[in-house]
């Protein structure tokens, strides 16, 4: 009875944050526009491009995320308060703080690997 409880609660955790943590994402990161400043995120709060923040399709609002930047290594820990991005291939959109410390912001999209933090 013991064994199947924790069965269960493994893989409730696993669902409850959409990535294992051991498992990465890889795939474009792309940074929000200035117009979205201010404006309620999917999480309900107001989106500030100078905070480490982040949408992301399935994780829960929250959920602390590492961005790497595979080409550089560069890395950021980022929070999840929205829900997107909506293009193809884009993985993660970023506030503007956080594609600065990733360097992107001039090309506008860079190849990231995202990791759950614990």
Known sequence: MRRKIAICMLLGAF???GLPA?????????????????????CGQAFNQKKMTAA???LPCGTKVKVTRRDTGKSVVVTV??????VRGRVIDLSKAAAR?????????????????R
């Open 15 to 17: 669902g409850l944050t």
């Open 22 to 42: 051991a498992q990465a994402e890889k795939g474009k990161a792309s940074f929000y526009h200035d117009k979205f400043q201010g404006r309620r995120t999917a």
């Open 81 to 86: 308060n929205d829900r997107g991005p909506f």
């Open 101 to 117: 410390k990733l360097g992107f912001v001039k090309r506008g999209i860079a190849p990231v690997r995202l990791t759950v933090m």
């Open 56 to 58: 992301h399709k399935k």
